[in-house]
Structure formats: structure tokens, C-alpha cells
């Protein structure tokens, strides 16, 4: 006996919402989906009319389904934004060129014009080259590093005044979760902030209109509305300690599917200590993007590909930033330290 | 994706070989006997003196115990509380160094109809901790669970703390103690015969009942929880005490920090986890085992032979996905196996935490959750998971008018659910309030986020003990009363039409 | 006797990687005494077209959480998931959501 549309009463229900437990109808759902979308827009204010805003585009669920939510509340609601998408090519052989040909789809799909930046323009390097050098420990850290600041590069570029970005629910929340178990406070009090403003030159406003969308409902508005997506996993293995968070978000969820919004809702209402240390934020000496150190990570990682000593930028070795940017050479016991190891 | 700026290093270190030497690491003469962590290795004389100088510390640090004051010690059984009713009774000591100066009293609490214990076995645990607590020679009280049944509303009320006592009177207050130079010893105050209290059988019956109410173990873990809070509160204030002392170590406070993360209680965080909890005004609660580990605990009572006595609690022997709070326990230990860091980093986070917003010391009563009495996170900005949450349910549920094009105008502040809409609004009945009975309250608008989590998991309401009901409707009552007013008192500035 | 009865599998969202890239497969299920049921098409599943690292499909006896389950295009919490009973032609999809985003 099939379960009846707890909101039209008449059809036959396609899905469990894990955020309440009703039960929808496929029209239903697509109507509650894009709505909710809709009243986090508002509720956060998160554009303004008339605003160029660049969707981050990998061509993965999440941001196939944003581009399609966006495009379609921008005409049913008249945000009055002008919208394109905004990809960044990591040179990933068997992946991001795989993934890049969906976006391209996309692009035609939705008829929003498409803007890849690529590592190599700008920063002479491929993930494929930096893996050869640094091996498969640490290059997730170079990837994340480099892309936040290829998404700002590309979106100065185009001259946009924002860019949203696919993150869902389950994302913020395992967010939250990794900031505690890494003892992280000052993330963990920003990470669940659904937008964050410019924080100085070169750093273009971002924000995130699926932060309360679940995962579940993200892959399920995809599927039932035939969308075209690319889900293959990276090629050089994802980090395996944000695997155990993962891991425990979905058992989590499995136990009381409302855990992962009321993991936000915890972070939301997170109060960090008076007198608790707290990085400053500065801008990078070298690039002017914005910096806690003298050396942005992106200018420290990019100086160690350079000088073949990718361990720089691995750990803290703030005390060589002077150095680095006063070009001195590197004693020979430093240089030993910071040389690629054992993989 | 390998989303959410990953710019972490990897800095997280995975678990070495320990390298033991053979000589404590603090002496350098006696063999090693516990090693703490991989660099920290203890000889037992070493050991002792650390483990007992960890407790005064952690007790002269805080200073928030008076001397001459009446601490109540919430035994279970466990080896953390039985290691810190040892510390007291150590710390009391005529000999010892530093002596603690507070008169202890231990309250222990029998759930056993909680994991449907026979009368007969709940009567022999009762005698095995009644054994221990005579020999530690303070004045004990022995609680069956049942008893919260009767307790009085003003539990769930904060009573206003007596006057503030503040860091700086606490030196005057030590100076005093002294000069008063008490004639009787302290630990010679003769020790009230407590019987347990009978239990009727009905009793039992109800609370198993309310406990049964609860369809999910991680809404049945966090009532029992709650209640076992009210009765050892108000076991504090009847029997005098102005503290209450709680066995939480630091392995437990970190599992108990990702639990609350877990289940929404980020507001409440720095009052669940930290040093001491105020938040019942007179009775304050204080965690003195909190930087101990699991494994120093259990060291400790192996070599100096602190008896312990076994209970089962209510997630004994199930799996690991049966409750939040067991998948939770289990992640962390298993994570800990891995990276050592773990439990200590989890558990430094907590210290960097405290309770959200405004003061903690509003007296205004619809301001504290009516279950766990902290202050109320569900007064949110628009943007928030709490109304996003609200918003869902509203797009998700039959419309009464049935016009479909309304788009989510803005939802009704608190819990409203499904009003009026009938059976047919709440789908399979999961997740809403339809089947409340008429005179059951409708506790939502009075519970913070965590406590309507557990409530939604309720099947009824109906069986919750009567000084619950009865203060909630009193306080529903007051809230309509003062809607009422604030209608008067409105100027035609503000439309009155959405308070 | 339940009859054999002939269903179409289809894996989604990254799940295919664990079948060696196939994302659709048309089966069928020997008869046995009782009707099949989801329960034990996992294992059926597990024994015959599961090619390398079950762990990442399924955990206990249920799928690994993360998987979603649509059993004739309905989600399969509707359905009674594990105990749902299979009929001949049902057409079942298994999608990850572990993968890509």
C-alpha cells in the first residue's frame, strides 16, 4: 500500500524528508526543495538585484543542482541577478577533465556563460605535477589551498560581485564536527556562517544557498529531474581523517535523520571564551590576499613547488616566511627538513 | 568533493609505539608502573602524588568550594565517581597535605527500574554501595529513581543563587574558616543511618512506563538523564548542600561534547561539559574529575584497590547504532585508538566554549527550557537551521486552504505544528504532534531545541511525572496572560497582529 | 515455492565504481522457498555482482548509510526498506551520495 504526499494528500509519496520526516509527492518535493532554497535566499539576504553572481561549478551533485535551483529562482522570483558559472581546471588527468565536459554541458544546459580557471595559468602548475612531486600525503592540502583562491582569481576576472558555492547541510555539519575533533575554535565559529564578506582585496564575497539542503534531497532532486552530473571520486585519494567524520555524520544520520541540521544548529549557537586566542587576519606580503602570516598558504606552498622543497608549506614553519621573502637562501639543515620525504 | 577549503595540514600525528623506559619518568629511580600517555611514565608512589595533587589543584584553581561547605558526591558506582569519593575521603584526611575542608555527603541514585532490575537484584547493589559508603564515613542518602515522581515543581524552577560569591571572598572565607578553628572534626560527624526508601511497585510501574514512552534510545537516554538531574538537585536542596559534585571524567566530557553537538545542544555546551554548571542557581554543579582520563582513572582504582560496584545502565550490551550517545561513545574510542590526541583535543575545545548570547542569570522563567533548565536557544534569526527546520515542516504538510502558490511567508515563530490539519497533515504520523490528548500541554514552545527533539521521540507526553505537567501549564498560562496585556499595551506603531 | 523472478539493479552516483562501472544490470533471482525480500537481495547482491571492497557497500545486513535506495522510483524508507518484498520486474537504484559534489 503505497504511502500517500503528506502535502497534496493525493499522490504517491517518492521520498522520506530527513529534515522532518514527511513523506512527498515528486511534485511536492521539487516545489518544497526549491522554496526552501528560496526562503534561505531571502532570509539570509544573500544578493541584491542587479548583482553578477558566479556559481562554482565542478560539474559534482551539488553544484549542478545549484546552478539548476538558481537559474530557476532567478526567473520564477526576479532576483534581478545576472548568473554564470565558474569552474576551476585542477589539471587532474581522468577527473576534473572528465568532470569539465559536464560543466561544458551545463554551460549549454542552462545557457549561463562559463569561465574555467586553471592552475596551470595560474600558478604553472597542475595537480598532476604536484603530485609527482609531493606524492599522495599531502596534495589535498595543496588542491584546497590553491582552489579558494583560484575561485577569487577567476571571479575578479569576471568582475562578479559574489560567489555561491554548492556546500549542503551535511557538509556544514561535518564541518562543524571536524573543527571540534581538530580542537579548531576559530573555524568552528565561522564555518556555519551561510556567507562570508569580503574579507580584503582580491577576496570576493561567498556564500552558500544549499547550507540547510540535505545531501538525501540534493542527489534525489537530481535524479528525479534527470540532471546531468559527474560523480566520480578524485583520483588521488580525498583525506582520509575527514573520511572518519563523514563516516559518523551518515551513521548519525541513519540513528535521527534531523542530526545533521541540529549539528548546525549547534554550531550556530556556538560561544567561544572571551580571551581565547584568535588568529588575526592580515594580508599576504607578497600577493595582498588575505594572510594570518606574513606568507599566505598559497604563496608558501607555490615557493616551496618552486624551490623542490614541498614541506613548507606542510606544518608551521611561519619562522621562515622573512626569509622567503626577503629571498635569503635556506640553510642546508632547513632545506633537508622541507625536502620531499618517504612516499 | 574534497570541498570545504581544505586547508588543514595534516598535522594530526598518528598513534607512535610507546617507547617505555623502565624508570618513572618523575623519580627516575622506581620502575615504571602506569604510563599515561607515550611520554608520561609513573612509578606507584609517583603516580599517587600526582593523581592526588591533580585533584586538589583542579579544586584550589576554581576556587568555587567554600571551605565549611556541604558538597553533595553523586556516586553511581562507576569507577570515576568511586575514585572521586576516594580523593574527598583522601583529601579529608587528618595527614594529608593541603586538607580539603568542605563536608561531603554521597547520593546515590538506583535506576534499576529504568533496565527492569528485579527487586531483588536492585537490593543487592543497594547493599554493596551502602557497604562502600560507610566505609567512607560521610552521611549518604540512597535514592530508588522512582522518586522523581513526587518531586515538587519548584525543581524545574532556578532558585536566584544566594548572594555572589565572587573569587576575591573566597580568600576572606578561608581565613575565616580557619580562625573559627572548628572544635569537632569534620569528618567525625556521625553518620545519619539512611534507609532506603520504600518503593511501591505502581511507582516502578509508571516510570517504566514513561520511560517506555519513548520510542527511540536516544530520547529514552536523554529523558532518563534529565529526570536523574531534577532528583539530585533536589536531593541538594532538601538535604542542605550547595554543591553538587559529579563524577564526569575527561574521556566522558569529550564524548559528552560531541553527543550534545550531535543532538543540538550547542548552546548549552560550556554548561554541559565545563567545570561547574550554574544554571539551577542555588546548586551548582562541579566537575572535579574532568582532567582525568578513562585509563588513569582505572589505573588508579586497580593499584590502590578503590572499590567500584557494576551497574548496568540503559545502553549496556547494545550495538553501537542503537542511540546517538552510543555511536558517539564509540567513535571516539575507536578514533582515540588511531590518533591518540584525540579525547584531550575534544576536550580542550570545551574549554574554549562558553554559553551562548545573553546573561545565563535571567530570571525570566519562559527564558530556560522547562527540562534541562538552560537557557533558550529557539529565539533565532530568520536565517537559522531552527527556522529552516520550521520552514520545511510548513512546506511539507497539507495547506488548510490548499492554495499552492503561497511561498513560505514567514513561519510561525514557535513550534506551531500541524494546527488543525488533522490526521492527514502529519502523513504517516511520524514527527508530529497529532495524537497528543487534549489536556496534555503542548511543551514545545517551552522546551529549547535539544529537549523538543527528545519530546517529538515521545510518544505521549501524558506520562511525564506531575510537577513536569503542572509547571509547564502554569507556565503556558502566564505566557497567554502576558500576550493578553501586551495586546493593550501596543501602540498602533507596532501592529499588534503577529506577537 | 516463490517463483524466479527477473529485476532490474541500476547503481548511481558512484556506486557503478564498485561494479566494475556498470550501472545497469538485469537479473534474476533463482526461486527458494520463501519470496525474496531486500534483505537478502544485499546478500544475493554481495555474492554474485559486488566485485571488489563490500564495506563500502553495505554495513551489518543493511546498505552502508549514504546509499540512497529508490525502489520503483520511491524512495525505499516508504517501502519497509529491508523487509520490503520483492515482486517480479521491480526495478531497484542504489545511489551514492559518498561520491563527487
Known amino acids: 500500500m503505497p504511502v500517500l504526499c503528506s502535502a497534496c494528500t493525493e499522490k504517491r509519496a517518492v521520498l522520506k524528508r530527513p529534515k522532518t520526516g514527511h513523506s512527498l509527492c515528486k511534485e511536492c518535493f521539487f516545489w518544497a526543495f526549491e522554496e526552501e532554497v528560496h526562503y534561505t535566499i531571502v532570509a539570509a539576504q544573500l544578493f541584491k538585484p542587479g548583482e553578477t553572481v558566479a556559481i562554482a561549478a565542478s560539474g559534482g551533485k551539488d553544484s549542478t543542482v545549484l546552478a539548476h535551483v538558481m537559474k530557476l529562482l532567478n526567473e520564477r522570483y526576479s532576483y534581478g541577478l545576472k548568473l554564470m558559472l565558474l569552474s576551476v581546471d585542477e589539471g587532474i588527468t581522468g577527473y576534473r577533465d572528465d568532470s569539465l565536459e559536464t560543466v561544458k554541458r551545463n554551460q549549454e544546459q542552462y545557457e549561463l556563460p562559463l569561465k574555467i580557471v586553471s592552475y596551470e595559468e595560474l600558478y604553472g602548475w597542475t595537480m598532476d605535477a604536484i603530485v609527482k612531486q609531493v606524492g599522495l600525503k599531502n596534495n589535498c592540502t595543496f588542491c584546497g589551498v590553491f582552489r579558494r583562491q583560484a575561485l577569487d582569481r577567476g571571479a575578479i576576472i569576471l568582475k562578479v560581485d559574489k560567489i555561491c558555492t554548492g556546500h549542503n547541510a551535511d557538509d556544514v555539519a561535518e564541518t562543524v564536527l571536524m573543527n571540534v575533533l581538530r580542537g579548531d575554535v576559530a573555524r568552528l565559529r565561522r564555518c556555519t556562517a551561510i556567507s562570508t564578506a569580503s574579507e580584503g582585496e582580491g577576496v570576493v564575497p561567498r556564500c552558500k544557498p544549499l547550507k540547510y539542503s540535505y545531501e538525501k534531497e540534493i542527489v534525489l532532486y537530481a535524479y528525479f529531474k534527470k540532471l546531468d552530473y559527474f560523480s566520480t571520486e578524485c583520483i588521488y585519494s580525498p583525506n582520509a581523517y575527514r573520511g572518519y567524520a563523514r563516516t559518523f555524520l551518515k551513521d548519525l544520520e541513519s540513528i535521527r535523520p534531523s542530526s545533521i541540521m541540529d549539528i548546525i544548529h549547534s554550531g550556530e549557537n556556538l560561544c567561544v571564551r572571551e580571551g581565547v586566542k584568535m588568529p588575526v587576519q592580515g594580508t599576504c606580503k607578497r600577493c595582498g590576499y588575505i594572510s594570518s602570516q606574513a606568507l599566505c598558504k598559497s604563496c608558501v606552498l607555490l615557493e616551496g613547488l618552486n624551490r623542490g622543497l614541498p614541506k613548507l608549506g606542510i606544518g608551521k614553519h611561519h619562522r621562515l616566511h622573512d626569509k622567503i621573502l626577503s629571498q635569503q637562501p635556506l640553510t642546508e639543515k632547513e632545506e633537508r627538513k622541507l625536502k620531499s620525504v618517504d612516499f | ?499 | 515455492m516463490a517463483a524466479p523472478i527477473a529485476i532490474h539493479l541500476e547503481f548511481g552516483g558512484g556506486a557503478e565504481l564498485l561494479f566494475e562501472g556498470l550501472k545497469e544490470h538485469r537479473v534474476t533471482l533463482p526461486s527458494q522457498l520463501e519470496p525474496w525480500d531486500m534483505k537478502q537481495l544485499l546478500v544475493w547482491i554481495q555474492r554474485n555482482l559486488l566485485k571488489e571492497r563490500p564495506e563500502l557497500f553495505v554495513q551489518g545486513d543493511s546498505v552502508r548509510p549514504g546509499i540512497l535506495v529508490l525502489i520503483n522510483d520511491a524512495d525505499w524508507e516508504l517501502m519497509g526498506e529491508l523487509e520490503y518484498q520483492l515482486q517480479d520486474q521491480d526495478n531497484i537504484v542504489f545511489i551514492s551520495t559518498l561520491h563527487g559534489g
Open chain 2, 1 to 499: 568533493m574534497c570541498q570545504v577549503v581544505e586547508e588543514y595540514p595534516d598535522q594530526l600525528e598518528r598513534a607512535d609505539l610507546p617507547s617505555v623506559s623502565k624508570k618513572c619518568g618523575k623519580c627516575k629511580e622506581a620502575s615504571t608502573a602506569v604510563v599515561i600517555r607515550t611520554a608520561d611514565t609513573y612509578c606507584r608512589g609517583c603516580f599517587k602524588e600526582y593523581f592526588v595533587h591533580k585533584f586538589r589543584a583542579t579544586l584550589g584553581k576554581n576556587r568555587i568550594i567554600f571551605p565549611g561547605e556541604k558538597v553533595l558526591l553523586a556516586v553511581s558506582g562507576g569507577p570515576s565517581s568511586c575514585a572521586m569519593l576516594n580523593q574527598v575521603q583522601e583529601g579529608l584526611n587528618q595527614n594529608a597535605h593541603k586538607k580539603l575542608r568542605f563536608l561531603p555527603g554521597i547520593i546515590y541514585i538506583d535506576e534499576g527500574c529504568a533496565v527492569n532490575q528485579t527487586v531483588e537484584e536492585r537490593q543487592r547493589k543497594v547493599s554493596e554501595l551502602q557497604a562502600v559508603f560507610k566505609a567512607a564515613g560521610f552521611p549518604f542518602h540512597i535514592m530508588p529513581l522512582e522518586q522523581v515522581l513526587d518531586l515538587p515543581n519548584s525543581v524545574v524552577v532556578a532558585a536566584p543563587s544566594p548572594s555572589e560569591q565572587l573569587a576575591s571572598t573566597y580568600k576572606a572565607a578561608v581565613d575565616h574558616f580557619i580562625q573559627a578553628k572548628r572544635s569537632n572534626d569534620l569528618t567525625a560527624q556521625d553518620q545519619e543511618e539512611t534507609s532506603v526508601p520504600y518503593v511501591q511497585e505502581s511507582h516502578t510501574q509508571r516510570l517504566q512506563q514513561l520511560i517506555g514512552s519513548a520510542k527511540t534510545l536516544t530520547a529514552r537516554e536523554d529523558l532518563l538523564n534529565t529526570l536523574k538531574q531534577h532528583l539530585l538537585v533536589h536531593i541538594a536542596r532538601s538535604k542542605g548542600y550547595s554543591k553538587l559534585m559529579l563524577g564526569d571524567n575527561c574521556t566522558r566530557l569529550a564524548v559528552k561534547l560531541l553527543t550534545s553537538i550531535s543532538l543540538g545542544r550547542g548552546a548549552q555546551l560550556a554548561q554541559d561539559t565545563g567545570f561547574s554548571d550554574s544554571r539551577y542557581g542555588d546548586i551548582i554543579v562541579v566537575r572535579p574529575m574532568r582532567d582525568y582520563s578513562a585509563n588513569e582513572i582505572a589505573s588508579y582504582n586497580h593499584m590502590f584497590n578503590v572499590p567500584c560496584v557494576v551497574i548496568p545502565s540503559l545502553n549496556t550490551k547494545t550495538p553501537d547504532r542503537a542511540s546517538v550517545h552510543c555511536l558517539t561513545e564509540s567513535f571516539v574510542t575507536k578514533l582515540q585508538v588511531d590518533f591518540p590526541s584525540t579525547v584531550s583535543t575534544i576536550y580542550r575545545t570545551s574549554e574554549k566554549l562558553q554559553t551562548a548570547g545573553r546573561s545565563s542569570i535571567s530570571t525570566n522563567l519562559c527564558d530556560r527550557c522547562l527540562l534541562c533548565m538552560c537557557t533558550m536557544d529557539t529565539a533565532v534569526e530568520k536565517a537559522s537551521a531552527f527556522q529552516a527546520t520550521q520552514v520545511s515542516t510548513q512546506l511539507s504538510q497539507a495547506k488548510p486552504t490548499g492554495s499552492k502558490n503561497t511561498g513560505p511567508e514567514q513561519p510561525t515563530a514557535s513550534g506551531q505544528c500541524c494546527s488543525g490539519a488533522g490526521t492527514e497533515g502529519c502523513g504517516s504520523g511520524v514527527g508530529c504532534c497529532s495524537s497528543a490528548s487534549v489536556k496534555t500541554p503542548d511543551l514545545k514552545s517551552l522546551l529549547c531545541y535539544s529537549c523538543q527533539l527528545t519530546i517529538k521521540d515521545m510518544l505521549s507526553v501524558e506520562h511525564l511525572p506531575a510537577y513536569i505537567l503542572s509547571e509547564a501549564q502554569r507556565r503556558l498560562r502566564r505566557f497567554r496572560m502576558r500576550e493578553d496585556i501586551s495586546e493593550f499595551l501596543l501602540d498602533d506603531g507596532d501592529e499588534g497582529g503577529d506577537v
